[in-house]
Structure formats: C-alpha cells, structure tokens
C-alpha cells in the first residue's frame, strides 16, 4: 500500500518539512544505488558506512522523500523527515506499507547461540501442522509461500523482512518462524515486528568481532523481549521460552511477559519452576526419542534426527509451542513428523557401518556439544574436521583446537571461509590450542588445508560404529577465499564419497 509523506511522517512521529508532503510513498530503502521514484531513502549510520553521504544521490534518483538522523545537511527539494535515530526507521516505514504484515501471522522467533536454525525449521513444521500453513526466515533459506530463497542474512533487513511477511500473508499462511539474530535486534532490522512468542535457546561466545564483550552480545540477544510487549502493540502481549540451564539465561527478567521456562538437566538440574522438562532419551545413530513431561502430562516424541544437541532442540521447539498454548500432545506429534535439516546435525550412513554427521558448529561450545552428541551415538572412535573463519573472532581458534583435543580421537584441522587471511595461518592458531591440551597425542592430528581432501581422509579413516564430524559450514555449498566465492559443499563430498564406494547415504 502507499501512504502520503505527511501521513506516513505522522505514523512514524516525525517531523516533516520542505517539498510537496502529498507525495506517495511506496517502498523504502537504505540503499541509494536502488533508488526509485515513488521511494522514502532512509540514511543510516551503519557499522562501516553513513548513509547521510548518498543523500544528494538519493533525491537526484527520484526519491519521494528523504529521512535523515538529526538536522537535514542541506536544503532538499523533495520532504524531509528528521529523526533523532534513523536505524529502526526502514524497518517500521516498511511495516506501514506493508500493512503491518505480522500482525496476520502466529510468529515465533528464536534468538541464541546454537540451535536457532534447527529449532526455527521444528517450529515451522509444527505451525504448519497446525495452523495449516508456515512460512521460515533463517540462515539457510526463506520460505513465503510462494518462493524458496536462498538466505543471505539470518534475519533480512526491516525494510526485506517486511515484503517478505506480506508475501505469507497474502499467500494464506498462517503463521510464520523466524531466526532472530543478535545483529538483527542491535542494528533495528527488527523494529515494530510483534512475536506471539520469543524462543532463546543458548549463550556461548560468538560474534565478538562485532559486539565486542559477551555482555554486549547478551544485551543484544535480551532486546527480543521487545518484539513481545510495548506501547501500541496490536497483538496481546507474547510469550517467552527460556533455556534454564544456560545460566546467561536462567534469571532474565521478564516483566508483562508469561515465561516458559524448559529444560533438559543435562547442564544441571535447574532450579525453581520448569514448564517442560526433558524425562528420558534414547539416543541412537538412526534416530532418537524422548519423554518430555509438560502440562501435567508425559509425552514422546520419536525423531529422525540425532544426538543430545537435537534433544534440546526438539525441547525448545515443545516449549514454543507451549508457549502459543498448544496441546501438548498434538505438539509431539507434529514434531514427530520432522525431517532432518540441512546441514545441521545432518546424518549419513557410511558403507562400512559408521556415520558422518555434517554440522554447522562453528564456536568452542558448538562444537564441543556436537562432539558430545556425536561421542554417545558411537560405539567405536570419534572424529572431527573442521577450521575456522577467516576476518572474523581469531580468538577463538585455540579454543575450538583443545576442544577437538579432549572431545575426538582424530582430528583434521581444515579451512573454513578463510576470506583474505592466510588459511595455514588460521589452521596453526587452531594446531596451537590442540597441541595445548595436556598428554594430547600429536599424531592424531592432521592439518590438511584443502577441505575436500581433509573430509575424504576422515570418511576414508572412519570403520564400523566409528562416528566422523564435520563441522562449521553446515548447509553452506561455497568456500570464501580472498574475494572468490567456490563451490564446496560439505554434504555433496560425504555423498559422492559414499557413492564411489557403493553405499547410500
């Protein structure tokens, strides 16, 4: 829908001035290269770039208005709209236009560390099962009803997010998943959006090139709470799903909200009042099954997918559906009908009788829990392949190292994205941590720097009941090195593996 500057300035509560205020608006943008006449530029101070300098850009491609932090740097032709802070302004002027999109959906959205993914496809799975119809926002790919895409942020930008939750709508769905990333609530992109429920699964460190401290990083992760209560919210006010036995999370104050607390009690017993709690697990190469005790009930859930990490996942996702008020039972069975997702915790039989499980793990603590996971469904060794990111966090390299030192039998430390920096040296900061590690046996580490040949050597080392992880890029079919972009699929390699072997995955 449009709306006149002067009414879509009253919405915003900004103030207007200059150029002929009758004009329409209909899209808004924060890109002054996309600039179309009938569009509102938004200029946002950005974590590398101020987009007050593309102004005069802006007007010369047709804009219908401008809207600027502050004081307007210069007289403009077209209208004007000040604001003292510009950064959630593309993502509520989107939401107008839009119609206010997410006040039609049942929207659950998860924040945390490890398991948004996962857990945001369980979520999906359960809401289409019983709302009849769910779309999924997240890291591998976005689903509206009417189109599969490739994802290129966790959580798109307000004024994408918005086009994104009209396109659900209008094609009849009825609710709708959504990873919600900690950049996402720090940069705004989120603004306006109304969640029914706010799902945070776990704290662990990550994202410190951008945030800096883990505190930071918690303060961002926290702002979900936002998108649940506030002035003016049409919907009723949300609910949040807390992970108790992350102690980041175990005390967050929640004022206004209902709060479901869960938990799996295998990071402690958790203290105080648990809504849905794991009772029992089953944990198999195949498959797993659990008990869960929620509602004053007992209920199983039979899942195609593995290990202790999907346990909590599949915990979060009942606990979301708690949550939204859903009857338990009919929540385990939607979960029950689940498929493996991609590229996380994803399993493939090996011709010999073990497995490979592709993961996306890409922290100390991912990893770590995947190694642990993986460690139960074996019943011979454990391996581990993986690298860290290049231009991102070096610090925690030598800590996902020791990790594989303690967690797997064999290691090979590999590339992953090493973008401009030298990828022997991101694979020697990882050999350091490993080599670290007391009474650690050096020869059961390998540093082979091409990726496909260093997952070959594992599959090819892995016998029966031996268990091979390969972890940090998950779903992700390229590899970044300096300013290339190859492909390289983790998944794809494990299966022409098995099929020169003659095997099926």
């Known amino acids: 829908m449009a709306m006149s500057v002067r009414q879509l300035a009253g919405e915003l509560g900004a103030h207007a001035t200059g150029g002929d205020l009758e004009t329409m608006v209909r899209r808004v943008t924060v890109d002054s290269r996309e600039v179309a006449p009938g569009d509102l530029y938004v200029a946002v101070r950005g974590y590398s770039a101020d987009g007050h300098r593309w102004l005069a850009d802006a007007e010369a491609a047709g804009c219908a208005a401008v809207a600027v932090m502050g004081e307007a740097p210069r007289d403009f032709d077209v209208p004007v709209l000040a604001f003292a802070d510009t950064r959630p302004v593309p993502a509520l002027a989107a939401r107008l236009l839009h119609g206010c999109p997410d006040t039609s959906l049942r929207l659950a959205g998860v924040t945390g560390t490890n398991g948004k993914t996962t857990t945001a496809f369980l979520l999906r799975d359960m809401l289409a099962a019983l709302e009849g119809g769910c779309g999924l926002l997240g890291t591998i790919r976005y689903e509206t009803g009417t189109t599969i895409v490739p994802a290129p942020l966790t959580t798109p930008d307000g004024p994408s997010l918005y086009g994104l939750l009209a396109e659900m709508r209008d094609a009849g769905l009825g609710a709708a998943a959504l ?173 010999g009788g073990g497995l490979a499980v592709v993961d996306y793990a890409h922290t100390p603590d991912a990893l770590d829990a995947v ?15 993986f690298g860290c990111g290049g231009d991102r966090d070096s610090g925690k390299r030598p800590q996902m190292g020791a990790v594989a030192a303690r967690g797997a039998d064999a290691t090979w430390i590999t590339s992953d994205n090493p973008r401009t920096e030298d990828p022997d040296a991101i694979c020697a900061m ?23 040949r260093a997952i070959t050597e594992a599959l090819d080392w892995a016998g029966e009941g031996d268990v091979v992880v390969i972890a940090g890029k998950g779903h992700e079919d390229y590899q970044i090195v300096g300013d290339r972009r190859l492909d390289l699929d983790d998944r794809a390699v494990v299966r022409q593996w098995i099929a020169t072997r003659g095997g099926a995955s």
């Open 179 to 351: 990873e919600v990333s900690s950049h996402a609530l720090d940069q705004d992109r989120t603004a306006g959006l109304e969640l029914d429920v706010g799902l945070m699964t776990n704290l662990s460190r990550d994202h410190l090139d951008y945030h800096r401290t883990l505190d930071a990083y918690l303060a961002a992760k926290l702002r979900i709470r936002e998108l649940l209560c506030g002035a003016g919210r049409i919907k009723a006010p949300g609910a949040l799903a807390i992970n108790v036995d992350d102690p980041a999370f175990a005390d967050v104050d929640a004022p206004g909200l209902r709060v479901v607390r869960w938990s799996t009690g295998w990071r402690g017993t958790a203290a105080g009042v648990v809504d849905v709690r794991l009772l029992d697990a089953d944990l198999e190469m195949t498959g797993t099954q659990l008990t869960i005790g929620a509602g004053g009930g007992t209920h199983r859930i039979t899942s195609s997918l593995v290990g202790r990490f999907n346990v909590e996942n599949l915990t979060a996702a009942v606990a979301g559906g708690v949550a939204l008020g859903y009857d338990v039972a009919d929540i385990c069975a939607a979960l029950s009908a689940t498929g493996q997702v991609p590229g996380r915790m994803e399993g493939f039989g090996l011709p």
């Open 371 to 385: 190694l642990e996971s993986c460690r139960e469904l074996s019943s011979g060794r454990l391996a581990a392949v």
């Open 430 to 452: 990882i050999l350091d941590g490993y080599r670290e590690v007391a009474g650690v046996d050096r020869d059961a580490c390998r540093v082979v720097v091409d990726r496909t």
